[in-house]
C-alpha cells in the first residue's frame, strides 16, 4: 500500500479549507520538498500524484533526477545557491525559487541550455531581515527583477521568502503579509508575476491567507529527514 496517498490527501484537504475559509477559488500548488529523501520515496509520492518536488542540494537532486526520469517530475531548486554550482542548477531544474542577487542571475542565464524553455525564477526576499538568512532587501528586488526580466533564458514568475520559523498564528500572518506587499509592489511596477512561494508545514495555511500561490512542505509529506552531508 502506498502510505503517501492518505498525507497528500490530507495536506490537499487542509489546503483547500484554509482557501475556503479567506474565500478563494484560486490555485495553490503543492510542492513536495524532497531534500535528504530518497530517491524511492520520491517516486513513491510521485504515483501517489504528486508531480511538483523542491530540492536544496544540487548534487544529490541530479542524483536522484537520474533514477527517476521515467517521472514526469517537475524539478523545482529551493535552496541557497552557490556561484558554483549555477550551471547545474540551470540545466537541471524548471524552476528556481530562491535568486536573491543579480550576479545568480546573470550566471544562471548565461548556462541555461539552448533549446530549454525558460528558466522559471522566483525572487527571494528576506523579509524578516535575519543576518544569517539568504535574500534580498525589499529596496534591491527591483533592480534584481530588471536584471531578471531583461535575460530572456529566465522568466521571473514571482517572490520566495523563508519568514522566521514561529508559533504565533498573528506573527504568521504579518511576516507573510509583508512578502506578499513586495509582490505587490512589483506588479505595480508593471511586473507580470504569478507566483507568490510561502508557508512550509508548520505555517502554510497562514500563508494561503496571505496569498501563497505555491507552499513548500516536507515532513508532513515525508516525516522526519536524515540529513547527511549533502551540497
Not at 98 to 117: C, F, Q, Y
Amino acid at each position: 500500500m502506498n502510505t503517501f496517498y492518505d498525507s497528500l490527501q490530507a495536506i490537499h484537504a487542509r489546503i483547500a479549507q484554509a482557501k475556503a475559509q479567506v474565500g478563494r477559488n484560486d490555485t495553490v500548488q503543492l510542492c513536495a520538498v524532497s531534500k535528504a529523501q530518497s530517491a524511492e520515496k520520491i517516486r513513491l509520492a510521485f504515483e501517489a500524484g504528486q508531480t511538483i518536488f523542491g530540492e536544496n542540494y544540487v548534487q544529490e537532486a541530479i542524483a536522484k533526477q537520474s533514477l527517476l526520469q521515467d517521472c514526469a517530475i517537475e524539478w523545482h531548486f529551493i535552496g541557497p545557491i552557490q556561484s558554483n554550482k549555477t550551471q547545474l542548477i540551470a540545466q537541471h531544474f524548471a524552476w528556481v525559487h530562491s535568486v536573491d542577487r543579480i550576479k545568480i542571475a546573470e550566471r544562471l542565464a548565461n548556462s541555461r541550455p539552448t533549446g530549454m524553455p525558460p528558466l522559471n525564477v522566483c525572487i527571494q526576499i528576506n523579509s524578516s531581515e535575519e543576518a544569517t538568512k539568504s535574500g534580498t532587501g525589499v529596496e534591491e528586488m527591483f533592480a534584481l527583477a530588471q536584471t531578471i526580466t531583461s535575460m530572456p533564458t529566465l522568466k521571473l514568475r514571482g517572490v520566495m521568502a523563508i519568514p522566521a520559523p514561529t508559533p504565533d498564528k498573528t506573527l504568521q500572518h504579518q511576516q507573510f503579509r509583508r512578502v506578499h506587499e513586495a509582490f505587490t509592489m512589483l506588479q505595480q511596477q508593471g511586473y507580470a508575476l504569478d507566483t507568490l512561494s510561502i508557508g512550509m508545514s508548520d505555517d502554510f495555511e497562514a500563508a494561503i491567507a496571505e496569498g501563497a500561490t505555491i507552499v513548500r512542505i516536507g515532513s508532513a509529506i515525508f516525516g522526519t529527514r536524515q540529513y547527511a552531508t549533502l551540497t
